[in-house]
């Protein structure tokens, strides 16, 4: 059955603001009557739900980099075939905060796996599939962090305390995706008011699926 919904991932460093611009999108398709499925990754399904809490706690070198790949594409598989594809099946719209490109900017750029061995790994997981659309929200690197850290108050911070060079490099893995799959990705600058970047993604989302 041919695929009939739209998939949009929102990527971007730790505080670039996805989880708000992922809900003023889902508001303004709302406006228009669409109604989106919103989910976020690692998790959105009950098993990937299990593996986030392995992955997001504990001793930032808890795991190596190529296992910690393996657990993040293991969640992605779960929610990819249960939440995810059988959405698009519907019709539907599906939003996620966070989706394959995160693995290759924390993972491969971050923690130094190859982005072949990445590419290998989600061969197996997850095929072929991506999103029809990625909006990457880029910012300052040391100014993400800050707001970041700012609102935590749960354990989920095995990222947030990795180095800023780490966070630099997953950034850069970001931007190069972004150059490599002009089609399917589009970067937003994030370092100015959520209006101005709700708005940037609007525009992007209305463009991109032929919204009036
Ligand atoms: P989360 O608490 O959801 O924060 P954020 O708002 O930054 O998305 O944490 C997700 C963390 O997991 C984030 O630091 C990025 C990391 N991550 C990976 O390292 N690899 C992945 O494939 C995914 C999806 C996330």
């Not at 991932?9 to 709302?30: C, I, M, P, Y």
Request: net charge positive; proline share 4%.
């Amino acid at each position: 059955m041919p695929k009939q919904g739209h998939f949009i991932s929102f990527e971007g460093g730790d505080g670039s603001g996805k989880s708000t611009q992922v809900n003023r999108l889902a508001a303004a398709l709302k406006a228009k009557k669409i109604d989106a499925v919103l989910t976020r990754e690692p998790g959105g399904s009950p098993g990937a739900e299990e593996i986030r809490a392995l992955v997001l706690r504990g001793d930032p070198a808890r795991w190596n980099p190529l296992t910690e790949a393996l657990l993040f594409y293991a969640a992605r598989a779960d929610h990819t075939e249960r939440l995810i594809k059988p959405a698009l099946f519907d019709g539907k719209w599906v939003i996620s905060d966070r989706y394959s490109d995160s693995s290759y900017a924390y993972q491969g750029g971050g923690r130094g796996l190859a982005r072949e061995t990445v590419r290998r790994i989600e061969a197996i997981a997850i095929d072929d599939f991506k999103p029809d659309l990625t909006i990457i929200l880029d910012m300052d690197v040391e100014i993400g962090l800050k707001r970041s850290v700012a609102r935590q108050g749960n354990a989920e911070t095995r990222f947030e305390e990795m180095d800023v060079a780490f966070h630099q490099r997953m950034r850069k893995t970001f931007l190069d995706i972004a150059r490599r799959n002009p089609q399917r990705c589009v970067v937003i600058p994030a370092d100015r008011e959520v209006d101005e970047v709700a708005d940037a993604v609007w525009q992007t989302v209305k463009k991109r699926f032929r919204l009036r």
